[in-house]
C-alpha cells in the first residue's frame, strides 16, 4: 500500500509538472506572437500590472514598471523588427520561460526569460541584446564592462550582472580546482545559500547546484539537479579558473528566499587550488553582493 501510494504521488508530480510545462508554453507563445507583430497592447496583456522589466544591451537599458513598460516596448519597435520568436526551454518549477527573438536586418538575437504568475501574467522579464553593451558572454571568459559589479574576496574575483529574473555570475579564483559561489547565506558557512559549485576538467565544464539547507559542512547535491543553471561556460587561463553561469533571481523554491532586484545579499566564496574533487577548501570569504534595481 505504501509503495502504490508512492507511486501515486510519484506520478501525480510528473503529470503536474508536465501541466506546468504546457501551460507556461502557451502563455509564452502568445507573448511571442505579439513580439513578431509588434503590438504593444497585445504584449501589455500579457504582463501583470504590477510586472517588473528590464532591457540590457539597448540603448535605453534599465529597469521598467507600469506605463513604463509600454513605452519601452514601444522604443523597442521603433529600433528593432522581430522576425521570430520561439521558446528555448521551460523551467517548470521556477515557472520560468526561456526564449530567443531573431531580430530583422541582421539586428542580432534577443534573449528574453520570461517568469510567470499562477494565472498566466508576467511578473517579471528581461529582454537581452545578445553582444549588446554591458551583456555578458557566458563563454567562460570576464570582458572588461560585460558586467556592472566586481568585488575581490580571499583572492577570488567575483563579478555579477542582473535583471529583473536572472542574474548572470563571473567568478574567478587562482588554481585550477574547485571554485564554489553561495548566495543569500542565512548561518555558519554555507547555510541556508544556494550553492553553485563548479571546475573545469579534461572533458569540459563540471558544474552543480548544492542544497545549502543542510547542516554545515556538509555538502548535499540539490534535488532539483541542475536545472537552475540556465547557461554556464568555464575555462583554465594563466593558472586562473573562471567560471559564468546564469541563475534565476526567484528559484519558486519554497526552502529559498527570492533574491530582489535592489536588495543585497550575504554570500561566500570558497576554491580550492589544485582539486576538483570536493574538498576542504584552499580560502573561502564571505561579501555582500548588491543586485541592481529599479531605483538604481
Not at 506520478?11 to 510545462?21: C, D, N, V
Not at 510586472?51 to 513604463?68: K, Q, R, Y
Not at 522604443?75 to 518549477?93: G, I, L, S
Not at 563548479?198 to 555538502?219: C, M, N, S
Amino acid at each position: 500500500m505504501r509503495l502504490r501510494s508512492a507511486l501515486v504521488l510519484l506520478l501525480a508530480g510528473f503529470f503536474g509538472l508536465a501541466q506546468a510545462s504546457g501551460d507556461l508554453g502557451s502563455w509564452a507563445e502568445a507573448h511571442w506572437e505579439a513580439l513578431v507583430q509588434a503590438d504593444v497592447e497585445g504584449l501589455m496583456a500579457t504582463v501583470d500590472p504590477q510586472a517588473l522589466v528590464a532591457f540590457w544591451g539597448t540603448p535605453w537599458a534599465g529597469f521598467f514598471v507600469g506605463e513604463g513598460i509600454a513605452q519601452a516596448f514601444s522604443r523597442f519597435f521603433e529600433e528593432y523588427q522581430v522576425e521570430e520568436a520561439v521558446t528555448t526551454r521551460v523551467h517548470a518549477e521556477a515557472s520560468l520561460v526561456v526564449g530567443e527573438a531573431v531580430l530583422g536586418e541582421g539586428a542580432g538575437l534577443l534573449r528574453i526569460y520570461l517568469q510567470f504568475a499562477e494565472d498566466g501574467k508576467i511578473v517579471a522579464a528581461d529582454y537581452v541584446l545578445v553582444g549588446g553593451e554591458g551583456v555578458p558572454l557566458v563563454d567562460g571568459a570576464i570582458g572588461e564592462g560585460e558586467y556592472a559589479r566586481q568585488v575581490e574576496v580571499a583572492g577570488a574575483k567575483i563579478a555579477w550582472r542582473n535583471g529583473a529574473v536572472v542574474l548572470f555570475v563571473g567568478l574567478s579564483a587562482p588554481g585550477t580546482g574547485w571554485v564554489a559561489l553561495g548566495l543569500d547565506r542565512t548561518g555558519i558557512l554555507h547555510q541556508g545559500s544556494h550553492i553553485v559549485i563548479a571546475a573545469v576538467t579534461p572533458e569540459g565544464l563540471w558544474i552543480k547546484q548544492y542544497d545549502g539547507r543542510h547542516p554545515a559542512p556538509f555538502y548535499v547535491p540539490s534535488a532539483r539537479e541542475n536545472r537552475d543553471i540556465l547557461d554556464a561556460a568555464g575555462a583554465v587561463h594563466d593558472g586562473w579558473t573562471t567560471v559564468e553561469f546564469v541563475i534565476p533571481l526567484d528559484r519558486r523554491d519554497q526552502g529559498y528566499r527570492p533574491l530582489l532586484p535592489g536588495q543585497a545579499y550575504e554570500a561566500l566564496v570558497a576554491y580550492h587550488r589544485t582539486s576538483k574533487e570536493l574538498r576542504k577548501h584552499t580560502d573561502i570569504g564571505v561579501f555582500w553582493i548588491e543586485l541592481a534595481g529599479p531605483t538604481q
